[in-house]
């Protein structure tokens, strides 16, 4: 980065996702972290109806639910149009009016969950030629998907728990039948988890068939397909990545969650939850767990962070990979940040990488040929 420009960073944040308000977390701690003597940022909130929006202090309007201060904003799908458009304020009998905004260099999307994490912003800011953090649009969509992500990576070779897929028409037809066949295929405990979602939201723990049928209602309540998967007697083992062509993994970490499982209260509401760093497995178990790491980063073509989390089985010792996280949480408390610091990278060092890794890969996309002549090129 240069010493003599600061980097215009626009940061995203909020969303439509029932996420909502970790984003927000994770935006107030990457916020505090960044070093003002090298970024000029600016804030873009995104409220639970889906309004872009800008002004004084989005983070702080949208975590306290007063819009009143706030103006609508836009980014337009558009290359060379680096900015953030904002609503002037409304002239009786006048439509609406869009003046430029903010302009920046680069876009830090800290978007949990649908709309956000599943490749659709990063489709904007493709379509816009704009650099961000993280994964693309495939890796997003495909991570995102549990399901679709299942099969990739069974098909790379790399361990998952069986699974069945059904719709949320299928539950809310015949939960019961629903049922029935998951509890044929698997033992108790079962799990229902949304197919796209995140922080454990609508994830259920079923351990009869009673509550199997109450917990397929209560997952597809956040999406309109679900996941069902046989409860494995786990270790919950997750490891940090970072890179684009020649990712590397961090140290590896376990989550001791102060509930049955690391639900989303055992995550950011009960306290008593544990964070072992590095995990008290074998180092040969360890080893495994961050080769499947980039293995499965480079799967499904990531690109500058995920966060992979596995299940070890405490019976058999078999890691098996649970979840890609391509947007991981960034609060204080969170997990990959964590590892990497344990691996020696401090928090405001990651965030320099993320965003030299975000400008690094969109030089790659510019050596993209967007036109074509006809005529092969002789070498």
Known sequence: MSRHKKIRLALIFGGRSAEHEVSLRSAQSVLKAMDSEKYDVTLIGISKSGQWLAGADPLKSL???????????????????????????PQPNSPMRLTAGAE??????????????????QGLLELADLPYVGAGVL????????????QLLRAAGLPVTDWQLVSRAAIQAD????????????????????????????????????????ALRES???????????GVNAREIEVSV???????????GEVVPVNEFYDYAAKYIDEGSALLIPAPIPAE?????????????????????????????????????????TLPGFTSISMYPKLWEASGLSYS????????????????????VKSYGGRATQL
């Open 285 to 325: 178990t360890a080893e495994a767990a961050r080769q499947y790491a980039v293995a499965a980063f480079q799967a499904i073509d990531c690109a500058g962070l995920a966060r992979v989390d596995f299940l070890l089985d405490r019976d058999s010792g078999r890691l098996y990979l649970n979840e890609i996280n």
């Open 139 to 150: 890796a997003s969509a495909v991570a995102m998907d549990k399901a679709v992500c299942k």
């Open 349 to 368: 060092d990651l965030i320099d990488r993320l965003v030299g890794l975000a400008l690094e890969r969109q030089a790659d996309r510019d050596q993209t």
């Open 63 to 89: 975590a306290a639910g007063d819009l009143s201060g706030l103006s609508n904003a836009a980014l337009l799908g558009e290359p060379g149009r680096r900015e953030l458009l904002v609503a002037a304020p």
């Open 220 to 230: 597809a309540r956040y999406d309109r397909r679900v996941l069902i998967e046989p």
């Open 104 to 121: 920046f260099d680069v876009v830090f999307p800290l978007l949990h969950g649908p709309y956000g994490e599943d490749g659709t912003v």
């Open 242 to 252: 970072l890179g684009n062509a020649a990712p590397e993994a961090s140290v590896v």
């Open 175 to 214: 939960a019961a039948a629903v049922a029935t066949a998951a509890a044929a295929a698997f033992a108790f405990p079962i799990f229902t988890k949304p197919c796209n979602l995140g922080s454990s939201v609508g994830v259920i723990k079923a351990h009869t068939y009673a509550e199997l049928v109450a």
